[in-house]
């Protein structure tokens, strides 16, 4: 068994990997000052409580855009499992993907998962991968293969975090879907335009890809990450697959393998 670990601002997402099967996903609150012990200790523990053995882990991927948790996550792995993990990052060869950014080492470890998964289940196709995690990020990759770049904005929870820090009276806020565009409390306004305000700047975004880079043939649309299965009902994405950024470490991980195999 594989175990892949995804750590984003907010949250780490784990996942149990036999073959390309996922058997099991975790997820803990990330931060940087979490020690290799805590991290060691809390992966053998999920593991076992879930009925698996940590002995039968192999091989173990990480993708982290928490630069602060990268050494105890490898010390973690090394003292707890006796592996070495394969770390995902920016700039290096086993992506599958030709990367058009300006500096290629600038493009997040988890955006590139999501591309290297997008073109591993969807070969030959136009995508689009919006990812709705701390940040909402949209990736851009071309049948060719081709990373071309995206955008960033700022996420759900950051919006409703920085409404309640930044004001006198309005309050942080449960994310959800409203029954409608507008709120009859301060609470459901706020709902409205988070999901509504969010809703109108993917449209926007796609409209204009759409209208400038895939006048030809429509891309693939694909939606991820915590928040994504809000939009589910939405209309505008062709898949919702939660597990994105875990399949792409996987993949990426088989890709490393066989090149090592072939030097």
């Given amino acids: 068994m594989n175990l892949i670990v995804d750590v984003g601002n907010t949250q780490l997402m ?6 390309d099967n996922l058997l099991l996903r975790f997820r803990k609150n990330s931060t940087a000052s979490t020690s290799s012990d805590e991290l060691g200790v809390f992966f053998r523990s ?16 990480i993708c982290s855009v ?14 707890y499992f ?4 394969f770390i995902l990052k920016s700039g290096v060869d086993t992506t599958g993907l030709d990367i058009q950014y300006n500096s ?6 988890d955006r590139l998962a999501n591309g290297i998964a997008g073109v591993e289940l969807f070969p030959g196709r136009d995508l689009i991968i919006i990812d709705f995690g701390t940040a909402t990020t949209v990736d851009i990759i071309t049948k060719k293969r081709e990373y071309l770049g995206g955008s960033i904005h700022a996420g759900m929870k950051i919006s409703t ?5 930044k004001t006198a009276k309005l309050p942080e806020v449960e994310i959800l879907k409203p029954e409608q565009p507008w709120g009859r409390s301060t609470r459901e306004s706020i709902q409205a335009g988070l999901y509504y305000g969010h809703l109108g700047f993917i449209k926007e975004t796609l409209y204009q890809l759409e209208n400038t ?5 429509k891309p693939l649309v694909i939606a991820t990450g915590g928040l994504s299965s809000l ?6 994405f062709d898949h919702i697959i939660g597990d994105l950024v875990l399949l792409g470490i996987q993949y990426a991980m088989k890709l490393n393998n066989s090149q090592e195999k072939n030097q």
């Fill in 14 to 19: 784990g996942g149990l990997f036999d073959k």
């Fill in 231 to 236: 939009f589910k009902d939405c209309g505008i």
């Fill in 66 to 79: 928490v630069p602060g948790m990268n050494h105890s996550l490898a010390s973690a792995c090394i003292k």
């Fill in 213 to 217: 880079l895939f006048t030809q043939e």
């Fill in 104 to 109: 290629p080492q600038d493009v997040g470890a």
């Fill in 161 to 165: 975090t920085a409404l309640e820090q």
């Fill in 46 to 61: 999920v593991i076992r409580e879930n009925g698996f053995d940590p002995k039968d882990i192999k091989q173990i991927g």
């Fill in 82 to 85: 006796s592996l070495e993990p």
